[in-house]
């Protein structure tokens, strides 16, 4: 993992003009994107990208490995110069700026401590760069170690920490500076699953401590992103594919790609009979009819895939209530905490999520499944790419 600043990787030290000023106050800037396309020996790989992240907004860039979202980052970074378009942090148009004088503060995923400097040396190795005086780097080095919880590890070196520390300190490393703005790149994925989990709760606490800070964030794990990010954007093939808030997305998801992209969904092909303007449809599913939730613009006719998450299924107690859907049992796993069905309805195979079950159905069984309509999402079919 290292800071922007930090440099391992040969680019310049900062203190520029445009950086800020080591006292100055944490305010955080927009990011913005205009049309911005970047492309390596003529291929492009990030496609008129337009996207604006808000002052003090905290933004996950999730998508398939080689969609284009490190590019993204390091185009606002200034590691790679966008074959067109521009990149604006705040007021500044920094496409023409080189790295240092951008004012970022950058995470990557293979933490990349100065092995020979103690930790309070590597946290303050971007405010001597800038010629900050001593007592602002030596407040400036607690503070930003506070931030992590590693106040208590000043004196030690990277290679008395953990990884989970070591990443700690490059995170306080970034924020030393007090950035316009935090980018972070897979900061957590070289850590085990209980550290990152934990990572994850102190990312999250740490951007309600510092709420000014805008963070954009990459990351292939939905799950990181839906926790921590104000808003997400799914990235397929070097194009915006989605841009909402978490819940947005997950519960009304805009296309294909993003329904099963972030968290698992059952897509059933229907279709639509009427639309009632409230924001609610009829559907046709084989010989069923069921109630849903229509975000789109959609007429009758229409054929869709109704979205519904696992957890959105249960076993149905009457015979008349609504949104019946009947189904063969194929499989159940008990998970600890879960009991993970897979059932065929009408040809399809849907998956459910219950809590654990004493006596889960035999395969073969017929079962009654019920959905709430509302949780139910039509899906346009041959929605293309969303624009940011
Ligand atoms: N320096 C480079 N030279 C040539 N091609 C590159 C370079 N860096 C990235 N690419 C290509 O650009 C595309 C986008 O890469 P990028 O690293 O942005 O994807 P990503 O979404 O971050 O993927 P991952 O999740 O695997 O890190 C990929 O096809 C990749 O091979």
């Not at 604006?88 to 401590?113: H, W």
């Not at 316009?180 to 990152?196: F, K």
């Not at 054929?303 to 499989?331: F, T, W």
Request: aromatic share 4%.
């Amino acid at each position: 993992m290292s800071a922007a600043f930090a440099m391992p990787d040969g680019a310049p030290s900062p203190g520029a003009p445009g950086a800020p000023s080591p006292g100055a106050a944490p305010i955080g800037h927009g990011i913005r994107f205009d049309k911005v396309s970047v492309a390596y020996r003529g291929l492009t790989v990030l496609d008129t990208l337009t996207l604006a992240i808000e002052p003090g907004e905290f933004v996950a860039l999730i998508g398939p490995s080689g969609s284009g979202k490190t590019t993204a980052l390091r185009a606002v970074a200034g590691f790679v110069r966008p074959a067109s378009g521009r990149i604006r942090i705040g007021e500044t148009d920094v496409t023409d700026l080189p790295p240092y004088a951008r004012g970022i503060g950058m995470v990557v995923q293979n933490y990349a401590l100065f092995p020979h400097m103690r930790v309070s040396d590597n946290v303050a190795f971007g405010l001597h760069a800038q010629g900050a005086p001593k007592d602002i780097i030596a407040g400036r080095v607690q503070e930003s170690l506070r931030m992590v919880g590693m106040q208590a590890y000043l004196t030690r070196f990277p290679r008395e920490l953990s990884g989970g520390q070591q990443q700690r300190v490059a995170i306080a490393r970034a924020l030393a500076i007090r950035p316009r703005v935090l980018l972070l790149d897979e900061p957590l994925s070289a850590l085990d699953a209980q550290i990152r989990r934990n990572m994850v709760e102190e990312l999250a606490k740490l951007h309600r401590d510092l709420a000014g800070l805008t963070v954009l964030y990459v990351t292939h794990d939905q799950t990181e992103a839906l926790t921590l990010a104000d808003r997400v954007a799914i990235m397929r093939d070097g194009r915006l594919c989605a841009l909402g808030t978490s819940t947005d997305l997950y519960r009304r998801p805009p296309n294909r790609f993003t329904a099963e992209f972030l968290g698992r969904a059952n897509l059933l092909p229907v279709t639509v009979q009427a639309v009632d303007g409230a924001g609610r449809a009829e559907v046709r599913f084989g010989d069923r009819t069921f109630l849903a939730s229509a975000h789109d613009r959609l007429a009758a006719g229409q054929a869709c895939h109704l979205c519904i998450r696992p957890h959105d299924l249960a076993l149905a107690n009457g015979k008349d209530e609504p949104n019946l859907l009947h189904a063969d049992m194929v499989s159940a796993q008990w998970q600890g905490d879960s009991h993970s069905l897979v059932v065929a309805a009408q040809g399809h195979e849907l998956r459910m999520l219950s809590a654990p079950l004493d006596h889960p159905p035999r395969p073969g069984e017929r079962l009654a499944l019920r959905f709430p309509a509302e949780r139910a999402s039509l899906i346009a079919e041959e929605a293309g790419h969303a624009g940011g």
